[in-house]
């Protein structure tokens, strides 16, 4: 039986991709900073572990408690819109601390146990900005955007050793609450300097209007596909809305 381990399974899209491998056989370590059995209810194939993909020493003991895994998944990030005239850069610092050093960090801690035994997979999961042109996200893009580039140079590097990485690049979905999270409540316009209020109306109004989203299900479900693919295929669109992105790429 594989094991599989998740961060930021507390809500969305990892939770549903622990939901979704236990519920397919595996057993899951289910990480997250402040662990939540409420959450996602424990069992014999289902482990809630403490983990802050920011801290050394908290990943180090998150993949003790965890003992050998089979595949990582790298789904811990923070949202992020504004604009970046108006962002401080102890904003953008801790943007990547999470979504691009982090994502890095528990990667290196699973690498050598992966190619020591010839085998194991890491995806990393990203979002559907990198895949066109998205206002008010630049900090969030850029930190996404590192990831994808790190992921293309690390499948080459860990190829020979049977190893392989992914991305997996999530579209907008509702149920995330994305831009409440990264507004802590507050509506964008709100936020937004005025001389970029008009901009920022529209930018929102043409979000609003979108046509197709994502569900959490979508993503999980394409997790699952990163993880058996053995193509050599290296990006995963998740959801219509992404998919459309990349195909009009």
Known sequence: MQTILITGTSSGYGRATARHFHAQGWNVIATMRTPRPDVLPESDRLRVVALDVTEPESIAAALEAAGPVDALVNNAGVPSISVFENTSMGHVRDVFETNTFGVMATTQAVLRQFRERGSGVVVNVTSSVVLGHMPLSAVYKASKMAIEGFTSSLALELAPFGVRAKTVEPGACLTTNF???????????????????????????????????????????????????????????????????????
């Open 179 to 249: 831009a409440a999270r990264a507004t802590n409540g507050a509506s964008v316009e709100g936020l937004v300097p005025e001389p970029y209020a008009e901009f920022a109306k529209k930018a929102m109004e043409a979000f609003a209007g979108q046509d197709v989203f994502t569900q959490e299900s979508d993503v999980a479900e394409t997790v699952w596909r990163a993880v058996h693919d053995t193509t050599g295929q290296l990006r995963f669109p998740a959801g219509p809305d992404a998919v459309q992105l990349a195909q009009a790429r």
